[in-house]
Nanobody, 123 residues
Framework: QLQLVESGGGLVQPGGSLRLSCAAS????????IGWFRQAPGKEREGVSC????????NYADSAEGRFIVSRDNAKNTVYLQMNSLKTEDTAVYYC????????????????WGQGTQVTVSS
């Protein structure tokens, strides 16, 4: 069982930055692709980014392209999501999820989920 724990959320002003972390335990993270998703109040969970197990392939949703950067350090069993130029519409609970490969934004394709970390963008 791959266990994932997100951290790094918080309150930030529009235009600011945050770096989220997704730490793994239980199984070795390096075998898994990791997706980042978010869910705002009253909305469905949506995909943000995904990184392959090796880190060689990264995907971004249109909402994240050019502002967010996903990376991983398999030696530390951790995946990161650097979020820059944050907007109020980025406010959501952010989740990381594990799968054998990046499988788009269908949440059913991801087998392991963290509990989420709240990101609030507000002045």
């Amino acid at each position: 069982q791959l266990q994932l724990v997100e951290s790094g959320g918080g309150l930030v002003q529009p235009g600011g930055s945050l770096r989220l972390s997704c730490a793994a335990s239980g199984l070795t993270l390096r075998y898994y692709a990791i997706g980042w998703f978010r869910q705002a109040p009253g909305k469905e969970r949506e995909g943000v980014s995904c990184i392959s197990s090796s880190g060689g392939i990264t995907n971004y949703a249109d909402s994240a392209e050019g502002r967010f950067i996903v990376s991983r350090d398999n030696a530390k069993n951790t995946v990161y999501l650097q979020m820059n130029s944050l907007k109020t519409e980025d406010t959501a609970v952010y989740y990381c999820a594990g799968a054998w490969a990046c499988r788009g934004w269908d949440t059913a394709q991801y087998d392991y989920w963290g509990q989420g970390t709240q990101v609030t963008v507000s002045s």
